[in-house]
Nanobody
Framework: VQLQASGGGLVQAGGSLRLSCAAS????????VGWFRQVPGKEREFVAA????????RYADDVKGRFTISRDRAKNMVYLQMSSLKPEETALYYCARGRSVAYYALSWKNVYDDWGQGTQVTVSS
């Protein structure tokens, strides 16, 4: 499985970005795809996830209402639309794939077996 994250960049506080995750090499029909972010010296943290089969989504509390995760089944793509970005959300954003799990487990890092290389998001103040 290969995951390719893209779409990061430099944006001003309050701005928007859309990240993309292209998946290849595996059917996602029994998978979940998640977005995580990490800054140097800190743990990788959950941002959002989507269960491929039924579109169930889950968000970290601090991004609810501002970020939207979606999927394009035909293109095997997952997107993360981020709005009202804050400087503290500057991080390397990763997409990841794991086995399909219950809603409460969508945020667990150990659910995810395959990780992309990350795309840098920098939010200036």
């Amino acid at each position: 499985v290969q995951l390719q994250a893209s779409g990061g960049g430099l944006v001003q506080a309050g701005g928007s970005l859309r990240l993309s995750c292209a998946a290849s090499g595996l059917s996602l029909s029994s998978s979940v795809v998640g977005w995580f972010r990490q800054v140097p010296g800190k743990e990788r943290e959950f941002v959002a996830a989507i269960r491929w089969a039924d579109g169930t989504t889950r968000y970290a509390d601090d991004v609810k209402g501002r970020f939207t995760i979606s999927r394009d089944r035909a293109k095997n793509m997952v997107y993360l639309q981020m709005s009202s970005l804050k400087p503290e959300e500057t991080a390397l954003y990763y997409c990841a794939r794991g086995r399909s799990v219950a809603y409460y487990a969508l945020s667990w890092k150990n659910v995810y077996d395959d990780w992309g290389q990350g795309t840098q998001v920098t939010v200036s103040s």
